[in-house]
């Protein structure tokens, strides 16, 4: 997908009910990926679930830039270009 320049970490923790999150920092280009330790049924998800499961969290990772320069209250026009380009070169790879 072209996110070379992110840092991903792992993690399996509680994080309540959802199956999977993802939280980035933005002027870092660090990404943290958790997934549940809790399963109500460990077997209960196929392979190909746990495969769209993470497909999920990196469109998150994808899109984090454009959320992020969306959520915040000082940007300029320039920033916007910037990743709204980058995630239109990523998705000319994609489809």
Same mark, same amino acid.
């Given at each position: 997908?072209?996110?070379? +320049? /992110? +840092?991903?970490?792992?993690? @399996? $923790?509680?994080? %309540?009910?959802?199956?999977?999150?993802? @939280? %980035?920092?933005?002027? !870092?280009?660090? %990404?943290?990926?958790?997934?549940?330790?809790? /399963?109500?049924?460990? &077997?209960?998800?196929? !392979?190909? @679930?746990?495969? $769209?499961? #993470?497909?999920?969290? #990196?469109?998150?990772? &994808? &899109? /984090? !830039?454009?959320?992020?320069? %969306?959520?915040?209250?000082?940007?300029? $026009?320039?920033?916007?270009?910037?990743? $709204?380009?980058?995630?239109?070169?990523?998705?000319?790879? &994609?489809?």
């Amino acid at each position: 997908m072209g996110l070379l +320049e /992110w +840092e991903l970490r792992f993690f @399996q $923790e509680d994080i %309540g009910t959802n199956l999977a999150s993802f @939280q %980035g920092q933005y002027k !870092d280009r660090v %990404g943290v990926v958790r997934f549940t330790e809790i /399963w109500d049924d460990p &077997l209960s998800l196929s !392979d190909i @679930q746990i495969v $769209e499961i #993470a497909k999920h969290e #990196a469109i998150h990772l &994808l &899109l /984090w !830039d454009v959320t992020t320069l %969306g959520h915040s209250r000082f940007i300029n $026009e320039d920033e916007i270009a910037t990743a $709204e380009h980058s995630l239109v070169r990523r998705l000319e790879k &994609l489809l």
